[in-house]
T-cell receptor, first 108, second 114 residues
């Protein structure tokens, strides 16, 4: 596996910005995914980073530093519907491997 | 709608029994991945198939087996079921089998073992 580590739970206020961090083992690294998963539903793709830097997609941005084995997902202008689990995953060794996910709770 | 279809959506069975979960990948996708998700665990990779051939194996128990058929649909067979096998089982598909890029997940099959 890729020894992916991310916080178990985070809380934030509607309208705010939240950053979810993820660290991973760098050996055999082959790209870093972020997925969103609402309770009891299928994970849905948010982003995939292969190169260092920040990629922005609307309210969501994802950052990667390959040398540090570090990524983060930045969510801006939080909405109640953003309450979900966010899964960090790595495509190392051609097997997409995921962390346990960060449960984000957005409150009014 | 991801285009990946899983059946059944819900399944309740007893310990010791055997079940088969079915997955139809997105049109054009050659690779199928199976994952298990329990309450206290993340997505655990079980096995991957690419164009009918097994490509990678994860933490899949010997009681579990899978295959991918010529029409690219896949089945996951779970036998001698135990209480701990209760989980959401997801199938995902992708165009290639390199583990890069986007995976498209089905809605999952929720298995309850009583």
């Amino acid at each position: 596996g890729q020894n992916i580590d991310q916080p178990t739970e985070m809380t934030a206020t509607e309208g705010a910005i939240v950053q979810i961090n993820c660290t991973y083992q760098t050996s055999g690294f082959n790209g870093l995914f972020w997925y969103q998963q609402h309770a009891g539903e299928a994970p849905t793709f948010l982003s995939y980073n292969v190169l260092d830097g920040l990629e922005e997609k609307g309210r969501f941005s994802s950052f990667l530093s390959r040398s540090k084995g570090y990524s983060y997902l930045l969510l801006k202008e939080l909405q109640m519907k953003d309450s979900a689990s966010y899964l960090c995953g790595s495509g190392g060794s051609y097997i997409p491997t995921f962390g346990r996910g960060t449960s984000l709770i957005v409150h009014p | 709608d991801s285009g990946v279809t899983q059946t059944p959506k819900h399944l309740i069975t007893a310990t010791g029994q055997r079940v088969t979960l079915r997955c139809s990948p997105r049109s054009g996708d050659l690779s199928v991945y199976w994952y298990q998700q329990s309450l206290d665990q993340g997505l655990q990779f079980l096995i991957q198939y690419y164009n009918g051939e097994e490509r990678a194996k994860g933490n899949i128990l010997e009681r579990f087996s899978a295959q991918q058929f010529p029409d690219l649909h896949s089945e996951l067979n779970l036998s001698s079921l135990e209480l701990g096998d209760s989980a959401l089982y997801f199938c995902a598909s992708s165009v290639d089998g390199r583990g890069t890029g986007e995976l498209f997940f089905g809605e999952g099959s929720r298995l309850t073992v009583l």
